[in-house]
């Protein structure tokens, strides 16, 4: 996850597609991205053989992936390019807002902005119009990326809200299919030896004596504890006790709740990811109220409540179990490279590594609507639950990959 510290109006960036552009965009989409970038060496799809017949029958057709790693979005481009599908993306507005020529680059290869702390009403009239028309779409319903890829967090009902307006607007014979997607990404054997350089790295950044002779796994909970007590002492004055994820459930606790005492709960967030979005975008139209400008003083408090509501949801994407369940090469991995992101803004790719994306089997939102299982209230919830099982059984069962323990 990347810090979300600013106070930019939001500015909507529909998708521009240009058809001369995208076989450039597709190239080098593969070879710079993919195999330099992200290290891709080879991706294994399954699944999509079917889904162009779709797109071509003029279906509605959502692509939801979990959202594993920074590289998804490329993969999942690749995958449509061999599959003959335009893929169009709903992204988050953050991207769009660092250089001038990557917002004209993605919009041209049919990507658009959502905000996803509010109501992005252009963002969802985009997607429910896309769909209609025929567009094949992918939308992440867990939002963020967390960088554990064999456990989902809570996904958005956004999505099947979306796919489900979309339905209802079709013609028909037309079919509305909502289309889980699971990725998974297995490593070389050779990231095993970047570890321990990658480690002294990571203990020198917070003023540590790398500790080279200590076991992996050892290192990684260590570090973890160490930047866990800084965060601590940070934000509430003195470092926790106990287990490392009560430690980590009871930072994301105290600071949403910091923060929500100064700025109101909202009563329909359920889990932290809800209750950050929540207080994000209320901190954002505070802090760009023209009627009634903050002082700078709390305005410096604004921006601190959304390191603090940043800093709840680092706590709460880390599972204190995820590692120590089942301490495959693949999970060690991904740790370190989620320590990386978080201490130095990008992982590292140091070594080849494998896609594995898999769609599941389409559900047919349209008779599911049809047939009484979808109403329109609690419908998508429903929806989202079928789709996050789904979704589940993908990833947990993905076949194949190094799976000895470290």
């Known amino acids: 996850m990347r810090r979300l510290r600013n106070d930019l109006p939001y500015t909507f960036r529909p998708p521009l597609p240009k058809a001369w552009f995208r076989p450039f965009a597709l190239w080098l989409n593969r070879r710079s991205l993919l195999e330099r ?19 071509a029958a003029g279906d509605a057709v959502l692509l939801a992936p979990n959202h594993a790693d920074h590289a998804d979005p490329h993969l999942m481009m690749e995958v449509g390019r061999r599959h003959g599908m335009r893929l169009h993306f709903m992204a988050a507005r953050e991207i769009f807002e660092e250089k001038a020529i990557r917002t004209w680059a993605l919009q041209s290869m049919g990507i658009f902005s959502v905000d996803r702390d509010g109501p992005d009403l252009a963002a969802i009239k985009t997607a429910i119009t896309l769909l209609g028309d025929g567009v094949p779409m992918v939308i992440y319903p867990e939002g963020e ?4 890829h064999e456990r989902l967090d809570p996904l958005h009902e956004g999505v099947a809200s979306i796919l489900m307006k979309a339905a209802a607007r079709l013609p028909e014979g037309r079919t509305a299919w909502l289309v889980p997607v699971g990725m998974r990404f297995h490593h070389d054997p050779a990231v095993e030896a970047t570890f321990s350089g990658r480690l002294d790295r990571l203990e020198d950044r917070i003023g540590w004596t790398p500790k080279p002779s200590m076991p992996v796994r050892e290192r990684i909970i260590r570090l973890g504890t160490g930047i866990m007590a800084l965060k601590e002492v940070e934000y509430l004055g003195e470092a926790g006790r106990g287990e490392l994820q009560e430690r980590l459930t009871s930072l994301c606790e105290r600071l949403l ?10 009563p329909k967030a359920s889990n932290p990811p809800e209750r950050v979005r929540a207080m994000r975008y209320r901190l954002r139209r505070r802090l760009l109220d023209e009627d009634d400008p903050p002082a700078q003083a709390e305005r410096e408090m604004l921006l601190d409540d ?23 090469l693949d999970r060690h991995a991904e740790t370190i490279m989620k320590l990386e992101e978080d201490l130095f803004g990008f992982p590292a790719y140091p070594v080849a590594r494998r896609g594995l994306v898999r769609a599941g089997k389409p559900i047919d939102v349209t008779a599911m609507i049809a ?6 209230k609690g419908g998508p919830t429903r929806l989202t639950a079928l789709l996050e099982k789904r979704l589940t059984a993908l990833i947990q069962s993905s076949p194949g990959g190094p799976e000895t323990p470290v």
């Open 37 to 55: 970038k992200y290290r891709i060496a080879e991706i294994e799809e399954q699944g999509f053989s079917g889904l162009a017949a779709k797109v």
């Open 145 to 148: 990326i967390y960088h554990h």
């Open 257 to 266: 709740g910091q923060v929500e005492e100064r700025m109101g709960s909202d």
């Open 306 to 328: 959304l390191d603090r509501v940043f800093t709840a949801l680092q706590a709460h994407s880390y599972i204190g179990d995820y590692l120590l369940a089942e301490p495959t």
């Open 371 to 376: 047939a009484g299982d979808l109403p329109k």
